[in-house]
């Protein structure tokens, strides 16, 4: 499942959540700057930003509790939230009884169906 919504209250914000399946990533303008992943954990980028960004990331729910790391961990945090998404829904429809094998390697999702 796949749904992108404004997370702020301001109409044509370019504050946007991209939820896919039970992972959603939070973005101010083009930029990554939250994933909420599969197990509810919430991290945010340390990365400081314009204050149009700091503003939009004030608005997302429960940024203040949020695991604080480097751009790029948030990225891999992302990579991989969304690999092991990807895992559990081709599992779920057990691909002819073959289970999928999800490998993250310098930053690149490889998805292959195990013979």
């Known amino acids: 499942m796949f749904s992108a919504t404004n997370y702020t209250s301001q109409q044509g914000s370019n504050a946007k959540r991209v939820s896919i399946g039970n992972v959603d990533l939070y973005f101010s303008y ?11 954990n919430l991290y945010a980028t340390l990365q400081k930003y314009s204050l149009t960004t700091a503003r939009h990331m004030h608005q997302i729910t429960g940024i203040e509790k949020a ?30 009884g073959r289970l999928p094998k999800i490998v993250v390697k310098d930053n690149n999702v490889m998805v292959a169906i195990q013979q």
Do not use: C, T
């Not at 083009?30 to 509810?40: E, F, I, K, P």
């Not at 961990?73 to 057990?94: C, F, G, P, R, T």
């Open 67 to 96: 695991i604080r790391v480097s751009q790029r961990d948030l990225e891999y945090i992302a990579l991989v939230s969304l690999a092991q998404e990807m895992k559990e829904q081709l599992s779920a429809e057990h691909v002819g």
């Open 30 to 40: 083009d930029v990554l700057v939250a994933v909420d992943d599969q197990d509810a």
